[in-house]
């Protein structure tokens, strides 16, 4: 959507995972990350995020894709985020 809009999306988004926790011992896990989206512009112009700010909290499920040898990717992506903690 962003790229018919002609968006284009600059900068870096820092991960740092807080929390893991084994949903099914080796096959699926939910996996808490804060995203920091402080340096991510689109256009050269830093969005509004709202109350929630530039780092904000998600938790998602993660398991293992069946055409790869232990990696794992993310399964569902909640779309429901909160700030990060200090």
């Not at 999306?9 to 926790?21: D, K, L, N, R, Y």
């Not at 689109?42 to 709202?50: D, F, H």
């Not at 109350?51 to 909640?78: C, K, M, N, W």
Request: glycine share 10%.
């Amino acid at each position: 959507m962003d790229r018919e809009e002609g968006l284009a999306q600059e900068g870096e988004t820092v991960v740092t995972v807080t929390a893991v926790e084994a949903v099914a011992e080796g096959e699926d896990y939910q996996v808490t990350a804060c995203l920091d989206w402080s340096d991510v512009t689109y256009n050269g112009e830093k969005p509004n995020r709202g109350e929630l700010g530039d780092r904000q909290q998600i938790t998602y499920r993660v398991g293992p894709d069946a055409t790869s040898e232990g990696e794992l990717f993310v399964t569902h992506d909640p779309m429901e985020y909160e700030p990060c903690g200090p």
